[in-house]
């Protein structure tokens, strides 16, 4: 099978050589020199599935501000969605008309025992979210609007705890590990070169293997079950639609239908921002 337009959804903190949230978030020298090698590995990537044959690129910037990239510098030709609202989040421009999804530089979930800035959207306010009973990070989450739209997410990159995470629901991914996690903020990191070499085999691979790898594979329905850190932000969380509380910092939410699913979640994310002081 080949791929003809590939979906990226770029985080930052599973680039090779960043361990640092001053690497992450600017406006620092740190943070130019980690946008930088950010830049490198999704070029890498769009280079790899070029060479598979993909066509046509959409790079979603979905950390922080999610404005990390020079536009002109992406390669591929690719089309970049940045800026600071999308009702989707991590996972906006994505539809059926995608071969295949890439997740670049991610990174494991909040509790993870050995995960670089490990985190679940936002550190602040979220302490673990579960997926049909399994404790999920970002990937499993967004990987809720890939079923959706029938998209295999084919490739994912970051630590060994995002290559572990990501295959709970897509068992064959092509999961490129660029680091190994001494703790939350230590890491053993690929030179960049390595590193990118590395990603552009991973994506090459990935577009080849993708009736392999098949879309997400997440029961449904589904339940996401969430934990906060305070019950002020599960109080807050009930005030949506079909989310109930389960325990006092913990509220529950059922979906048949991920998209639908996600859209809660990112809700909830939003709202607790208000709480999260
Ligand atoms: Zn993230």
Redesign the pocket.
């Known amino acids: 099978m080949s791929a003809g337009r590939v979906y990226l959804s770029t985080?930052?903190?599973g680039t090779a050589g960043i361990v640092d949230w001053g690497q992450v978030l600017g406006p620092s020298q740190e943070y130019e020199v980690g946008r930088r090698l950010l830049l490198a590995e999704i070029n890498s990537a769009i280079d790899g599935a070029s060479e598979a044959g993909a066509t046509s690129f959409l790079v979603n910037d979905?950390?922080a501000t999610m404005t990390n990239l020079p536009p002109a510098a992406i390669h591929g030709e690719a089309s970049y969605l940045s800026g600071r609202y999308k009702p989707l989040y991590?996972m906006e421009g994505l539809d059926g008309s995608f071969d295949a999804a890439f997740f670049i530089a991610?990174?494991g979930s909040i509790g993870h025992e050995r995960a670089i800035?490990a985190?679940?959207?936002n550190p602040g306010a979220i302490w673990e979210v579960q997926l049909n009973g399994t404790v999920v990070?970002?990937s499993a989450l967004n990987a809720l609007v890939a079923l959706h739209h029938g998209v295999p997410v084919a490739l994912i990159t970051g630590d060994q705890a995002t290559a572990d995470e990501a295959r709970t629901f897509a068992p064959a991914i092509e999961a490129v590990v660029v680091k190994r996690s001494v703790s939350r903020f230590a890491a053993e990191s690929l030179h960049p070169r390595a590193a990118c070499e590395l990603i552009r085999a991973g994506a090459r691979s990935a577009v080849e293997r993708l009736g392999e790898i098949g879309p997400p594979q997440i029961d449904l329905p589904a339940t996401l079950d969430i934990t906060f850190l305070t019950a002020d932000m599960a109080e807050a969380a009930t005030a949506i639609r079909g989310v109930v509380r389960s325990s006092t910092r913990s509220v529950t939410v059922k979906d048949d239908e991920p998209l639908a699913l996600y859209r809660t979640f990112v809700t909830i994310v939003a709202l607790t921002r208000g709480v999260a002081g």
Do not use: N, P
């Open positions: 985080d930052i903190e979905a950390h991590m991610y990174h800035l985190h679940t959207y990070g970002e």
